[in-house]
C-alpha cells in the first residue's frame, strides 16, 4: 500500500503559503518547513509489557528567514491566523538581530540562497500499515517472540521491541512545494543467559521501509541469538594483539559511520573541527574502498525525497577507490564553504537547529568471495555484531566494539554459528590517528555478498 499524505499538513499548506507570503515584506527570504511524525513502540520482555509513542514524534513548524547576511529561525508548533504569526515572527526575530548588535556578537554570515524552482511529493510502499493492526495483534505477535526465548534454559530475560514511524515533511518557500511521507519500521531481539556463574547477552535488530511486515523477519532471528548467547557462554577469550581480520556488513558500516560518516560533516569543515578538510582529493584508504551516502543511494529507514532544509536527497560519493572525494553538508555550511549541498541537513525536531548527518551510508560491494577471505587468512577472526561506536573527527580516530568473534581459518560458511566471545575492537585514544590510516590503507580483499 502507499503511505497517505499527512491530512494535516496538506490543510495547513495554505495558510503556511500565506505566511510565507506576508514575511517576505521583511526578509530577502523565508522557507517553512512543517512536519507531522507519529508512530508507537511496542515492547515485551519476560517482565513487562510496554506500549508508547515512538521516540521522535513531532507536530510543529520552523521558520528560516535571511536578512543583512544571516539567516535566522522561528520554531512554533501554535499555528494561529497568518498575518497575526507573521507580526509575531517579524518582531521576535528582528529583536534578535537587535539585541546580538546591541551586545556586540558578530553574526556569521553566509551567502543568499538560489533557489530554483521545484514541486514534487514522494510516498513510499508498504505491504502491511500498522494503523490497520491492532495492539493486542502486535503485542500477541512480539509475547510469541518472547516466550520462545524464554523457554531456552539458563535465560534471565528476553526482549522483544518494535517501532513503527510514519514521518510526513513539508517544505515551502517562494520556488519550493515539496511534500513527502514515508514509512519505516525497526525491530529488535536481545537475550541475556547464565551458566556456570558465566553471564553474557546476544542481540539483532532489523529495520527498513517496511510496515508489520517486519515482524515476519524478526520470527527468525530468535533461534539464531540463543545459538549465539549459548555460544559465548561456552567461548575462550581472545589474546588481544593485531589480526587480520574481516567485518560483517554491519561492522563494516560502523567503521563507515564513524571514521568517514562523522568525519566528513562539513559543518565541522566550517568551524575547522574535522581532520577530513585538509584530505580532500587525497588518498586515504586503499583503492579498493569506495564509500558512499545519500537519501536515494539505497532503499533504508534514511531514504527521502528531501531534507530538512528542502535540498533534494543525492548519492554522494564519499571515497572512490581510494580517495576522499568530497564530505557530507548541510544547505548553510555548503553555502559558507562554496560547495555544493548533499541532502543532509537533518533537525532532531523542528524545535532544534539543522546539522550535516548521514543518511544511509555503505561501502560499495566488491568482487571477492568470502570462502576465499577466509581461506587467505592465517590467523585471524571474522568480526560480527555491532555493540557500539565512537569518533573523533577533529584527529580522525575511532572506537569500534563487537559483540561477536569467530576463530579464522578453522572457520567456514557451514560452520559459522560458532561464536568465540563479546570482543572489544576499540582503537587506543592515544594512537586514533595512526590506526585509522593503518586500518583503512590495509584493506586487501572486499567481499561481492555476505549474507
Request: aromatic share 8%.
Amino acid at each position: 500500500m502507499q503511505v497517505p499524505m499527512s491530512s494535516y499538513l496538506v490543510e495547513v499548506k495554505p495558510q503556511i503559503q500565506e505566511l510565507i507570503r506576508l514575511l517576505e515584506r521583511e526578509f530577502d527570504y523565508v522557507s517553512v518547513l512543517c512536519t507531522d511524525v507519529k508512530g508507537t513502540t511496542y515492547r515485551v520482555s519476560m517482565h513487562q509489557t510496554t506500549v508508547g509513542d515512538y521516540h521522535f514524534c513531532e507536530r510543529g513548524f520552523v521558520v528560516r528567514a535571511w536578512q543583512d547576511g544571516s539567516y535566522t529561525e522561528y520554531s512554533f508548533n501554535n499555528l494561529t491566523d497568518a498575518a497575526d504569526l507573521a507580526e509575531e515572527i517579524t518582531s521576535a526575530l528582528k529583536s534578535e538581530f537587535q539585541a546580538l548588535k546591541a551586545l556586540g556578537i558578530a553574526q556569521m554570515e553566509s551567502p543568499l540562497v538560489q533557489e530554483e524552482a521545484i514541486a514534487k511529493t514522494m510516498q513510499n510502499e508498504i505491504e502491511i500499515d500498522p494503523e490497520t493492526v491492532s495492539a493486542e495483534e502486535i503485542l500477541s505477535h512480539l509475547r510469541k517472540l518472547c516466550n520462545a526465548g524464554a523457554a531456552h534454559e539458563g535465560i534471565l530475560e528476553f526482549q522483544s521491541t518494535v517501532s513503527f514511524a510514519r514521518v510526513n515533511k513539508l517544505f515551502l518557500s517562494s520556488k519550493k512545494d515539496l511534500m513527502q511521507s514515508y514509512a519505516f519500521s525497526e525491530g529488535s531481539l536481545s537475550a541475556i543467559g547464565t551458566e556456570n556463574g558465566k553471564q553474557n547477552m546476544s542481540y539483532r535488530s532489523c529495520s527498513g521501509l517496511k510496515g508489520v511486515e517486519i515482524l515476519n523477519e524478526m520470527d527468525a532471528i530468535v533461534e539464531e541469538i540463543i545459538a549465539v548467547l549459548y555460544d559465548k557462554l561456552h567461548s575462550d577469550p581472545v589474546t588481544p594483539g593485531m589480526y587480520d581480520v574481516i567485518t560483517a556488513p554491519d561492522v563494516t558500516g560502523v567503521i563507515a559511520h564513524e571514521a568517514f560518516g562523522h568525519g566528513v560533516e562539513m559543518d565541522m569543515f566550517v568551524k575547522n573541527r574535522a581532520l577530513a578538510k585538509e584530505y580532500i582529493g587525497k588518498p586515504v584508504a586503499s583503492q579498493l574502498s569506495s564509500m558512499h551516502d545519500g537519501a536515494v543511494g539505497a532503499q533504508q529507514v534514511s531514504s527521502y525525497l528531501f531534507d530538512d532544509e528542502g535540498t533534494l536527497g543525492t548519492d554522494t560519493t564519499v571515497i572512490d577507490h581510494g580517495t576522499l572525494v568530497t564530505g557530507i553538508s548541510d544547505l548553510v555550511s555548503a553555502l559558507r564553504l562554496g560547495t555544493t549541498p548533499t541532502g543532509n541537513g537533518k533537525r532532531e525536531s523542528f524545535e532544534r537547529k539543522v546539522y550535516s548527518r548521514m543518511t544511509n551510508t555503505y561501502f560499495t560491494a566488491g568482487t571477492d568471495k568470502l570462502d576465499d577471505m577466509i581461506a587467505s587468512i592465517e590467523h585471524g577472526y571474522l568480526l560480527e555484531s555491532v555493540q557500539s561506536g565512537m569518533e573523533d573527527p577533529k584527529h580522525w580516530g575511532i572506537q569500534c566494539m563487537v559483540r561477536n568473534v569467530q576463530k579464522m581459518p578453522v572457520l567456514r560458511l557451514a560452520q559459522r554459528k560458532r561464536r568465540l566471545r563479546e570482543f572489544g575492537g576499540g582503537v587506543d585514544g592515544n594512537y586514533q590517528k595512526m590506526r585509522l590510516a593503518r586500518f583503512m590503507y590495509s584493506s586487501s580483499r572486499l567481499a561481492q555478498a555476505f549474507t
